[in-house]
């Protein structure tokens, strides 16, 4: 088995890669709470973990696939529970910026794809591989990898999938986190501004993700999380099992799969 | 034996911390070629290793210390090695801020100490700890390891450079997969050479100048001789970087909010 870790290569090993024909994955998280039960690095964790199983299910398929070293830092800023580390938005984008501008510019490979893991990082990644795809013309794709999966969610899990309940704690077990399902809890939660982001509804197999700005009608921005739940859970955190994790996690790595195939294909 | 990785922590357990008491130290390293027997991670490697060693030392001593997650990408633009992924200075500065500002201000843990892996980062941290006290006074220290032992390595390592006797022997000391069967010497070209003194034991130069392409001064990524590294001569050095950051933690606890 070759390796999949960039930082486990030496620089010649990463030299005698062919720049063509090699995709990069390059996992992005934060680090915020996740309730009682999930550890901080959730989301850093979970698109790590993926990262590392795309890669391999790449690498059985012919394809070479790398990851990246994890940018554990997302945009967090109104996550106010202990324990957040966040990345105010620019600086947030500066860091993509300079990471993409080292793996596809500096080092020369263009077929790079971001592994995001964390819901409050999607709008501005798309900002940014917007701008560099204008300033470079190479095209870096953004998986958000509840998004990729959302009609899967939509059939296994029974309440919701937002943060730290029953959709992603499921992830975070198959994937093979440590979490106390004792602590675990059920919450409900609840925003001022709930009333405004329900008008029109939520796009069709959106509906379980409906906590995240995406699936509203109207943007607003993300206020203190602590007003919509103390617990730092969003819905039925008890219900998580790693069986429905495992769904998940499948239908995530095969369509990673297949997009970093197009991505191949794709003419330089 | 208490939980010291803050990633893996949950946040009622973050939260149970005493803010006073309680040492948080954020590793920064970078990701560039070390040479064609060390991985591109080991700036990164190394300041998580050292932080995790003092912080179990820290927990001998009755003293609560925890491991933020690393950065594991610093200011490496002239390092044209391939692998390489870095930041510009600002967005490290920027970073940097943004990590220190969740820690110490909106977490409240003022005791706050970063640990450097990385020669091109000292100047660029240390202008940002400068501005971070002006703005929010609080004290963040920086802890070049490398620089913390300048005056120790004598008779130990021939140097401590990049990739090279020192550095190398510091990862074989911190369990890193190094495959010393492709360790190389290579003496790296000095363009200031007759104008470099020593300060500290650390060679410097009497004025600046940006770094420019390492490529131009090590075709290897070695400076120096990597052959003559080994885990007992690393072993040495750790044990200093250890014993001397658990002084300034100490200090650091004294020091008056």
């Not at chain 2, 692998?83 to 967005?91: E, F």
């Not at chain 2, 006074?137 to 401590?160: H, P, R």
């Amino acid at each position: 088995m070759k390796k999949i870790m960039w930082a486990k290569m030496t620089m010649e090993e990463i030299k005698a890669l062919d720049k063509d024909n090699t995709v990069v994955l390059f996992p992005i998280g934060s680090t915020e709470g996740h309730g009682p039960h999930v550890s901080v690095e959730c989301d850093s964790f979970n698109a790590t973990e993926l990262a590392k199983k795309v890669a391999l299910a790449s690498q059985e398929q012919g394809v070479t696939t790398i990851v990246t070293p994890t940018l554990r830092f997302g945009q967090s800023e109104w996550m106010d529970y202990p324990g957040k580390i966040s990345l105010r938005t620019k600086t947030f984008q500066s860091v993509v910026w300079d990471m993409c501008k080292s793996i596809a510019i500096d080092n020369g490979f263009k077929r790079l794809i971001i592994l995001n893991g964390h819901g409050g990082n999607p709008h501005f990644l798309g900002v940014t591989i917007q701008d560099f795809y204008q300033e470079y013309r190479v095209l870096i794709p953004v998986i958000n990898y509840w998004r990729l999966a959302v009609d899967i969610i939509d059939e296994v899990i029974e309440t919701s999938f937002a943060h730290a309940d029953e959709g992603e704690t499921s992830v975070c077990l198959a994937l093979g986190m440590e979490i106390d399902m004792k602590k675990a809890i059920k919450d409900s939660p609840y925003a001022p501004h709930e009333k405004i982001s329900k008008i029109g509804g939520t796009d069709d197999g959106l509906q379980k993700l409906s906590g995240f700005r995406f699936a509203q009608k109207t943007m607003i921005p993300f206020t203190k999380i602590t007003e919509r739940s103390k617990s730092g859970v969003f819905s039925d955190a008890t219900l998580a099992t790693k069986e429905k994790g495992e769904k998940i996690v499948a239908a995530v790595i095969e369509r990673s799969t297949e997009i970093i195939k197009e991505l191949l294909k794709y003419p330089y | 034996m208490k939980k010291i990785m803050w990633a893996k922590m949950t946040m009622d357990e973050i939260d149970a911390l005493d803010r006073d008491k309680t040492v948080v130290i954020f590793p920064i390293g970078s990701t560039e070629g070390h040479g064609p027997q060390c991985p591109v991670e080991c700036d990164a490697y190394d300041a998580t290793e050292l932080a995790k060693k003092i912080a179990l030392t820290c927990q001998d001593q009755d003293i609560t210390a925890v491991v933020t997650p690393t950065l594991q990408f610093g200011f490496s633009e002239w390092m044209d090695y391939p692998g390489k992924i870095s930041l510009t200075s600002r967005t490290l500065q920027d970073v940097v801020w943004d990590v220190c500002k969740s820690i110490a201000v909106d977490d409240g843990f003022k005791r706050l100490i970063i640990l450097n892996g990385h020669g091109g980062n000292p100047h660029i941290l240390a202008t940002t700890i400068q501005d971070f006290y002006w703005e929010h006074k609080i004290l963040v220290l920086v802890i070049d390891w490398f620089q913390l032992v300048g005056d120790a390595i004598d008779g130990i390592v021939e140097s401590l450079w990049h990739a090279d006797d020192g550095e190398t022997s510091v990862a074989l000391a911190l369990g890193m997969d190094v495959d010393m069967s492709k360790a190389v010497k290579e003496v790296p070209k000095k363009p200031f050479k007759n104008l470099e003194t020593k300060i500290a034991g650390v060679s410097s130069r009497r004025f600046f100048s940006p770094w420019t392409r390492v490529s131009e001064r090590s075709k290897s990524g070695v400076q120096g001789d990597a052959t003559l590294a080994t885990k007992e001569k690393g072993e040495k050095i750790v044990a200093i970087v250890v014993e001397r950051s658990i002084d300034i933690i100490k200090e650091l606890l004294e020091y008056q909010y």
